[in-house]
């Protein structure tokens, strides 16, 4: 049984790492700053939530559990949210999406300022 953990675990390991690489190279490769928070928030957000939860997975105190599956929530709930008024603000302050975009959705709500 506690060979199959480890597998587990380890798999967890190296997905979670997996999205967390392709997360960093999001920010390092792609054009503008909301593609770059795009990446960082969703691959960022998943790989670190898979690594607590192969860190619940392996550990054996209900303590540890409970303070990674507490982070994996606390990741779940505030990244998004930042990265939603990180791009918001972004926009606000004048920087305009890259020509890969197609559509301007906030192009008639929000004003630059003059």
């Known amino acids: 049984m506690?060979?199959?953990v480890e597998i587990i675990t380890g798999l967890m390991l190296v997905t979670g790492a997996s999205f967390a690489l392709v997360a960093s190279v999001g920010?390092?490769?792609l054009?503008?700053?909301y593609m770059r928070m795009h990446a960082a928030s969703k691959a960022g957000t998943l790989g670190s939530g898979v690594m607590l939860l192969a860190l619940a997975v392996d550990a054996g105190d209900l303590g540890v559990v409970t303070r990674a599956?507490?982070?994996?929530?606390?990741?779940?709930?505030?990244?998004?949210?930042?990265a939603?008024?990180?791009a918001?603000?972004?926009y606000a302050a004048g920087y305009r999406p890259c020509a890969d975009t197609k559509t301007d959705a906030l192009a008639e709500t929000i004003q630059p300022k003059t």
């Open 31 to 33: 054009k503008d700053v």
């Open 69 to 82: 599956l507490a982070g994996v929530v606390f990741f779940l709930l505030t990244a998004p949210i930042s």
């Open 88 to 90: 918001k603000a972004a």
């Open 84 to 86: 939603h008024l990180l």
């Open 27 to 29: 920010l390092i490769r």
């Open 2 to 4: 506690n060979a199959i």
